[in-house]
């Protein structure tokens, strides 16, 4: 009995110290070296009142004056993430593909971006590719009444390769592009 009573404190006791503990030092590094992030890299309105989003989670914009993320398997919901688990063959990812391809008012002259009929394996991706972006540009001066030529520099500007020289294709942050059309 006195056995399962030391082993009982002494799991106790590792639980009270390794979880709040562990936890608490890796905030308390993540605090110290990427504030920013370690705090979910909250992105503020203009007059920094407001959090409007997170450089790192896609959000659902479907006017014409904004750039429209990939689409969603969980509806953008954070605490969901998560793939669909749906084969390419399923109906159901083949209506949203078709439904996506006529929103875009994609042709075979103009083939919509992968990026932009397929959702990512979270489902929150937060950039699309600088093709998706430009691709949609056309779209979003003719809402905004600007010039094509002013959104797509808009683009170019916001768009980076995220693995340097090594990347494949340059990518752009949906809600900082829509942050930066509204500026």
Same mark, same amino acid.
């Given at each position: ?14 639980? /009270?110290?390794?979880? !709040? ?7 308390g590094f993540a605090q110290l070296a990427t504030p920013h992030?370690? #705090?979910?890299?909250l992105l503020t309105s203009a007059d920094g009142e ?5 450089? /790192?989670?896609?959000?659902?914009? &479907?006017? %014409?004056?904004?750039?429209? !993320? @990939? ?13 669909? #688990?749906?084969?390419?063959?399923? &109906? *159901? ?15 075979? *002259?103009? %083939?919509?971006?992968? *990026? ?7 489902? /929150? *991706?937060?950039?699309?590719?600088? $093709? ?6 056309? @779209?979003?001066?003719?809402? @905004?009444?600007? %010039? ?7 683009? $170019?500007?916001?768009?980076?390769? !995220? ?6 294709? $340059?990518?752009? #942050?949906? /809600? ?8």
């Amino acid at each position: 009995m006195s056995m399962i009573l030391t082993s009982l404190r002494l799991a106790v006791i590792t639980v /009270l110290v390794c979880v !709040p503990g562990y936890t608490a030092l890796i905030l308390g590094f993540a605090q110290l070296a990427t504030p920013h992030t370690a #705090n979910g890299s909250l992105l503020t309105s203009a007059d920094g009142e407001a959090v409007v989003g997170s450089h /790192l989670l896609a959000q659902a914009f &479907t006017q %014409p004056r904004y750039f429209w !993320p @990939r689409p969603s398997a969980v509806g953008y919901h954070a605490a969901g993430a998560g793939g669909s #688990n749906k084969s390419p063959t399923s &109906t *159901d990812v083949t209506d949203r593909a078709q439904q996506l391809v006529a929103a875009y008012g994609a042709t075979s *002259d103009q %083939p919509l971006p992968a *990026d932009l009929a397929a959702a990512s394996g979270s489902g /929150l *991706d937060p950039h699309v590719t600088e $093709r998706a972006a430009l691709y949609q540009a056309a @779209r979003v001066a003719a809402a @905004r009444g600007r %010039p094509r030529a002013e959104i797509e520099r808009i683009v $170019r500007g916001l768009a980076f390769a !995220p693995g340097g020289f090594f990347a494949g294709e $340059r990518i752009v #942050n949906v /809600l900082e592009l829509n942050r930066a059309l509204e500026r």
